[in-house]
């Protein structure tokens, strides 16, 4: 039983509780000591359900389509009623807990998920790794000495290990994708305003989105039917599919136009291992009846990125403003980095971030005139194959940081900054059996296409079964 999701996903596990061929205490007991045991290994729950807070998230649990599914929520973007939110900082672990859901949330409890726990992140996810100085660091079940990505490596992580067959997962630059490609996981980022972030209105201008990761295709297509929607006055709200994003994993998409990348925008050149898994996916691709092109979307990278970089130094100054309320956090309470980015968003004028979100929409402009000409952007989801642990500090000068961020980041930020849908499929790996995920891109709005075409190349190459050895 403790196995049980090294063989299926979580619909597959909500129809054995449906036809009641196991019980949901069953899969609940049985998940929860294998997620215990993994989490010894793996440190990436923050947070274990017991006692009445258990019982209320069983009884809260709905009818939908994830009947029974245990589920963690990551510690950033999402409440939890009853639990704290810390945001992986040590200035805001005894928080007072949460009095109430965060919208989304409601949405998973509706949807039949027994959520049991926390995952860990980075220090207000601003790290592309799981190695906050509160909690400390995930380790990625491929290999002891590796990073599991960030910032939601702790979901990744704990999925990765077959102990959940999905998680919750956020995505501000890369988030849900990164960790995805570094533990052989399917996991996509929707578009700006699929899934409402209520009670907040936006997060980093509009970049900040969430779903999760998760073993299979269409476990991610139906949580996002489930999560799907706004809420009363949400800023945006993306237009709505045509049918159900689950329907879309089980039908072929059209013969469509992909463009791929050998190397990030504005990059001079690209890791030769990953220039040949990307090309041995546009042949993959070609395989399938689609046409296949190498061509570059034309924007300043240069510009968006000192544009994120405005945008999340400003949005950590006010956010720890907000959360504060009033507190001032002393000289240990932050991690360097968190700390050098408020300090640098507190002397970002007004007209330097309009600038910022101008460029955002420039881009967002040049990126959705490439998509007339093409469907899919394809690349790798990295701009390297592996990450070492310590490889990107908080603790040390932000120059430092941001050497290490920027090949995480080099495919997946500009996703963020213009709101357009993307997702890491597990496809390709290193000659030592690391995965390697390859990035693909949509216009705004168009999931139902990612996943049409994720779930063909899901059967065509299923990876389902590589999982890594502490896994089996």
């Not at 030769?272 to 395989?287: G, N, Q, S």
Request: hydrophobic share 40%; glycine share 10%; with cysteine.
């Amino acid at each position: 039983m403790e196995d049980l999701f090294a063989t299926h996903d979580a619909l597959a596990v909500a129809e054995l509780v449906r036809s009641r061929k196991i019980g949901t205490r069953e899969v609940l007991d049985a998940s929860l000591v294998r997620l215990r045991q993994v989490n010894g290994q793996l440190n990436a729950i923050t947070d274990f359900y017991e006692g009445d807070l258990l019982g209320k998230s069983v009884a809260a649990a709905g009818e939908g389509p994830f009947l029974g599914i245990p589920f963690v929520v990551k510690q950033l973007m999402a409440d939890c009623a009853g639990t704290p939110t810390t945001v992986g900082s040590r200035f805001f672990a005894k928080e007072p807990v949460a009095a109430n859901d965060s919208a989304a949330v409601a949405r998973m409890r509706r949807a039949g998920l027994v959520i049991v726990g926390r995952s860990n992140t980075s220090e207000f996810g601003l790290a592309p790794t799981t190695e906050p100085a509160f909690g400390g660091a995930t380790v990625n079940p491929w290999r002891a000495d590796l990073s599991p990505g960030g910032s939601s490596g702790g979901s990744a992580a704990v999925v990765a290990a077959r102990a959940l067959p999905m998680a919750h997962a956020t995505d501000g630059g890369g988030s849900i994708r990164i960790p995805a490609s570094l533990c052989g996981l399917f996991g996509l980022k929707p578009s700006r305003g699929r899934i409402s972030l209520a009670p907040i209105g936006e997060t980093l201008a509009g970049a900040g989105a969430q779903l999760c990761v998760s073993i299979s295709v269409r476990d991610s297509a139906a949580l996002l039917d489930a999560l799907a929607g706004g809420e009363p006055g949400d800023p945006y709200r993306a237009p709505e599919p045509e049918g159900t994003y689950l329907d879309a994993t089980r039908r072929a998409p059209a013969r469509l136009r992909v463009a791929f990348l050998r190397k990030p925008v504005g990059w001079q050149s690209m890791d030769p291992v990953l220039i040949a898994a990307v090309e041995h996916t546009a042949k993959r691709l070609e395989a399938l009846g689609h046409h296949v092109e190498e061509a570059a979307p034309d924007y300043d990278a240069e510009a968006t990125g000192k544009a994120f970089g405005t945008v999340m130094c400003a949005n950590t100054f006010t956010n720890i403003q907000v959360r504060a309320n009033g507190r001032v956090p002393g000289p240990d309470d932050l991690e360097p980095v968190t700390r050098l980015y408020a300090e640098q968003g507190a002397r970002i004028g007004a007209h330097d971030y309009i600038r910022a979100v101008q460029t955002f929409h420039r881009t967002g402009r040049q990126l959705g005139a490439f998509f007339e000409r093409f469907d899919i952007l394809l690349s790798p989801t990295i701009a390297r194959t592996s990450l070492p642990l310590g490889t990107v500090r908080m603790d040390g000068t932000l120059e430092k940081y941001e050497q290490g961020l920027a090949p995480m980041v080099a495919f997946t930020a500009v996703c963020n900054a213009t709101g357009v849908p993307a997702m890491s499929v597990p496809l390709e790996w290193t000659e030592d059996g690391l995965p390697i995920g390859m990035h693909f891109v949509a216009r705004y709005g168009a999931e139902a296409t990612l996943f049409s075409l994720a779930a063909q190349l899901e059967r065509a190459h299923p990876w389902r079964d590589r999982r890594p050895s502490g896994g089996k």
